[in-house]
């Protein structure tokens, strides 16, 4: 749908970031797995991971995450109408992390749940949050996106296990009078069911249960699944900014999941954007999956380049196979 000043606007209003202290580097991985730091950061673009201790569940990153979040936003947690967890790696099947998350802060009038998407997670939340705001059925929706994929990958399968690391981001959607020059303008979500065994977490739900203990891991088909990001991304940002009569020059930051230097770099050189207008934290935190996004803004707000005003562009890709893009201008 287009911009209009007529709507309601889904504004997002703060970004905070948890991240475990405990950093891995690849050297470290390289005594674990035969593997090369070498190997990893060319492949890759990744240097190094934070991990969490095991046995450590999302919500022990996601209640800080949202805490920091609603005190930067000087928002009341009973102020807020729902929370919605990004993740494929909560705490527990059930209860949801939202409903966790909803309990710690004592956030008494909100109601919550996770929703599924992978690495598309926190694009598809966003999406998500925006619809309920605009609608007018809430004014106020933490969105945490969040994975502790140390938990889910098989540390001695190379293939996958230097891939990935654990963090959790929290934005607040705020609801804006129609007319305010900020907020979501517009996304897109996609999927591909077809391509699912590409990336897959087999034995976690009812057709194979988590007892069949070596399917309780992440698998993949790196070179489909790299390929299908490349093509997936660039094709629903052309999208969108062809919705929106966008052009690169519209286009303040691009905010990317991250899953693979290679994969983004040529995103960004179909755009025509430079890569100082592109968030990187795949280097020092890996693919934290649902968390990539919101941790890479959190960034972005810290280093002074993304403000009230800034346009973004998310996109993101993830096991499914989806992906989603989201154009938004930052703050009220
Ligand atoms: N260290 C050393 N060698 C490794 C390795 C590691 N950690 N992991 C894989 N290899 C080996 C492979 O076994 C393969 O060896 P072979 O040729 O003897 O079989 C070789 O490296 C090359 O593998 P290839 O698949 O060609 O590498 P690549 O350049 O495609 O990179 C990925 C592999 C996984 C990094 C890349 O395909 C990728 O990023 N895919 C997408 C992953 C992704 O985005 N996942 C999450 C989605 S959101």
Redesign the pocket.
């Known amino acids: 749908m287009p911009l209009s000043n007529e709507r309601r606007r889904a504004c997002v209003t703060a970004v905070a970031a948890a991240l475990p202290e405990r950093r891995v580097t690849n050297q470290e991985l390289a005594h674990q ?4 730091d070498e ?2 950061v060319s ?2 673009g990744i240097r190094e991971r934070r991990l969490v201790e095991p046995g450590t569940g999302l919500s022990a990153l996601a209640i800080p995450a949202a805490r920091r979040c609603l005190e930067k936003a000087g928002v009341a947690a009973a102020d807020l109408d729902g929370i919605i967890v990004a993740t494929i790696s909560g705490d527990q099947i059930m209860p949801a992390v939202a409903n966790l998350v909803q309990h710690a802060l004592g956030a008494n009038n909100a109601w919550g749940y996770d929703l599924l998407n992978a ?1 598309n997670g926190f694009v598809a939340a966003l999406s998500t949050a925006t619809c309920f705001i605009e609608a007018g059925r809430a004014e106020r929706i933490l969105v945490i996106g969040g994975d502790v994929m140390s938990s889910i990958v098989d540390w001695k399968d ?2 996958t296990c ?2 990935f690391g654990d963090g959790c981001g929290a934005v607040l959607v705020e609801a804006a009078a129609p007319g305010s020059g900020n907020g979501v303008v517009g996304f897109e979500l996609h999927s591909d069911g077809g391509k699912g065994d590409d ?1 897959s977490l087999p034995c976690a739900g009812s057709l194979k249960p988590p007892a069949w203990a070596k399917g309780h891991f992440i698998h ?1 088909n ?2 489909v ?2 390929q299908n ?1 490349v093509r997936r991304m660039t094709e629903v940002v052309d999208s969108l900014m062809g919705a929106y009569s966008l052009t690169k020059d519209d286009i303040d930051l691009l905010v990317p ?1 991250q ?2 230097l290679r ?1 983004i770099e040529p995103i960004a050189e179909r755009i025509g954007l430079p890569m100082d207008k592109v968030v990187i934290n795949i280097d020092r935190l890996a ?1 934290t999956t649902a968390a990539t996004i919101p941790l890479a803004l959190a960034d972005a707000e810290a280093d002074g380049r993304l403000k009230v005003g800034t346009r973004v562009m998310l996109v993101a ?2 096991g499914g196979l989806t992906w989603g893009a989201c154009y938004l201008r930052w703050g009220r």
């Not at 797995?33 to 090369?36: C, S």
């Open positions: 797995v035969d593997t090369t190997w990893i492949r890759t690495c190379r293939n230097v891939l990336l993949q790196g070179r699944v790299f990001a999941h899953a693979n994969i693919n890709f993830g």
